[in-house]
């Protein structure tokens, strides 16, 4: 077979195992979908509400809601939405032991990761659901959105 054959095939091959790759997986990549507002789709689908950032800063200066940072807690210690707890999805079951007793079921809580590219957040609003909180809020614009808006940072 001539080289430029057996590269046509190869890539046919590979176009096909993609193609077979994508179509088979529980989450599929999205074609044309940005990653933000699949961030946003799958949040909803696990039973987040979503907040903007006026709520969030309304509920920051009020008290009323629990915040969770689901970052790692170096980026936590770099700073954080004042007030927040670190709760890194990646160490779930290492630091939830010493934050969740101190949690009510149907407390509102608001989970946060660095942005709308992140989906930390998603994941930690699952845990917290499956564990049986049911007042879990998700701020999708994240601590990005929160420091670029000028709004306080706690270090």
Not at 77 to 95: K, Q, S
Request: net charge negative.
């Amino acid at each position: 077979m001539k080289p430029s054959r057996q590269i046509a095939c190869l890539l046919a091959l590979s176009f096909c195992g993609a193609l077979a790759s994508q179509v088979l997986r529980p989450n599929p990549l999205a074609w044309y979908e940005s990653w933000s507002t699949r961030v946003e789709r799958e949040a909803l689908a696990a039973g987040l509400k979503l907040l903007p950032l006026s709520e969030i800063q309304s509920m920051v200066s009020t008290f009323t809601h629990v915040f969770l940072d689901a970052r790692p807690e170096e980026e936590y210690l770099a700073g954080r939405i004042p007030g927040a707890m670190n709760l890194p999805t990646h160490a779930f079951d290492e630091v939830a032991p010493q934050i969740l007793p101190i949690l009510l079921p149907d407390q509102p809580v608001v989970v946060y990761c660095s942005g709308v590219d992140c989906d930390d957040s998603i994941q930690l609003g699952t845990l917290l659901i499956q564990q049986g909180y049911t007042n879990i809020y998700m701020y999708p614009g994240g601590f990005t959105e929160w420091e670029e808006s000028g709004q306080e940072v706690e270090r």
